[in-house]
């Protein structure tokens, strides 16, 4: 964060007039950062506030300099408006989709995609909290992604897959990556193509992109992505979320909005202890869906230890269920549930997938 805020600093004392206090601060940030073109940007902002010009350089510069010019804008407005506006409106509040997350899950990526903002979530005290928040570039050609070479991020519910060191990347990919699951059961049934989605650190020459800038995965600078691994621990199976229409609300707010839902998932899981197939067949709008079914009749000695439900981001009437079972000798087995809104008061799965064998 001293990078973000040593930035800030100088523009908030640029915009104020203090132009010394605006100058110390932007040549410490370009001592520490000399790959800052985003700080060479608001130190020319602050010569030319200086001199006395009377136009901003942004008109003094060629037609071939217009579209850097303006995507390095973006990025400082996406930063300023977050530490300005939204950093204070979402204090207290999280994500309305998290509402009903674990608490056995230690962490939960979640990106807002219209605030270019990367945050890390974990629990205090029962109490889920975000504990880091990075800004990141997204896709140049926005979110939504359909199919390969897009060049757009996905909204959906994924989990990180592995970690590559930057020795073993291309140099674009910065010090690492971390590959996320898409296309994920719900992208394939919706024809979704494409895949090599990654959270990744930032190329040479850059300490962070435009907002716009990727070809679908989610950057951050080498320093927070370096931050972010550390902070994982064992990112295996981390969840991360990516949303286009974030909302943030109470816990309490959100907990209202589904009311049904989580009775129909206690009504599942019954009929799922029951032994009865054919009536936990019921729940699924394609039989071959499940991956359950089989242990229902034989398997006595799985239980169900861990749920977390999360509305989808992108879809209309959908929900993720991660389910964990134990089944003795430590033995565990994670299943995430794709959940359609039939009608008013009716969900089925549209989709039942192992993340993790036996």
């Known amino acids: 964060k001293l990078y973000e805020n ?10 104020v007039g203090d132009h010394q206090q605006a100058l110390a601060e932007i040549q410490q940030l370009l001592v520490l950062n000399p790959d800052s073109r985003l700080g060479y ?63 056995s899950e230690p962490d939960l990526i979640y990106v807002d995609l219209p605030a270019s903002r990367l945050y890390l979530f974990s629990y205090r005290d029962g109490t889920l909290e975000a504990t880091a928040n990075y800004y990141v570039s997204i896709g140049r050609n926005g979110t939504g992604k359909q199919r390969k070479g897009d060049r757009k991020t996905p909204v959906g519910i994924y989990h990180i897959t592995s970690y590559i060191p930057g020795k073993n990347l291309h140099q ?26 990654w959270l990744h650190g930032t ?24 931050q972010l691994y550390q902070a994982l ?14 909302e943030w609300v109470t816990a309490t707010a959100e907990n209202e909005r589904n009311p049904e839902f989580p009775g129909i998932l206690d009504r599942w899981y019954g009929t799922w202890q029951r032994r009865a197939p054919t009536s936990l067949l019921e729940f699924y709008t394609d039989p071959e869906q499940s991956v359950l079914f089989d242990t229902t009749a034989t398997d006595r000695n799985t239980r169900l230890v861990d749920t977390a439900l999360y509305s989808y981001p992108g879809e209309i009437g959908h929900m993720l269920a991660i389910l964990r079972f134990s089944k ?26 192992q993340l993790d064998p036996e």
């Open 328 to 353: 003795g000798n430590d033995q565990t087995r994670t299943v995430h549930q794709y959940w359609k809104r039939q009608s008013d008061k009716d969900w089925k799965i549209i989709s039942e997938t």
């Open 41 to 103: 940007l608001v130190h020319a902002d602050l010569l030319a506030a200086q001199a006395g010009l009377e136009k901003p350089i942004d008109a003094l510069a060629g037609r071939n300099d217009q579209g850097l010019l303006q995507s390095l804008r973006k990025q400082l407005l996406a930063r300023w408006r977050f530490a300005t506006d939204l950093k204070a409106e979402r204090a207290g509040r999280i994500p309305a989709r998290l509402a009903l997350h674990s608490q």
């Open 203 to 226: 190329e040479p020459g850059w300490v962070n992109r435009s907002p716009r800038a990727t070809d679908g995965c989610v950057s951050l600078s080498n320093s927070d992505f370096e």
């Open 233 to 246: 621990g064992k990112p295996f199976a981390t969840p991360v979320i990516i949303d286009d229409q974030p």
């Open 172 to 197: 674009r990919y910065g010090s690492g990556a971390l590959p996320i699951s898409y296309p994920n059961p719900l992208d394939r049934l919706k024809q979704r193509t494409g895949h090599g989605i």
């Open 6 to 15: 040593q930035l800030l600093g100088a523009v908030d004392s640029l915009l």
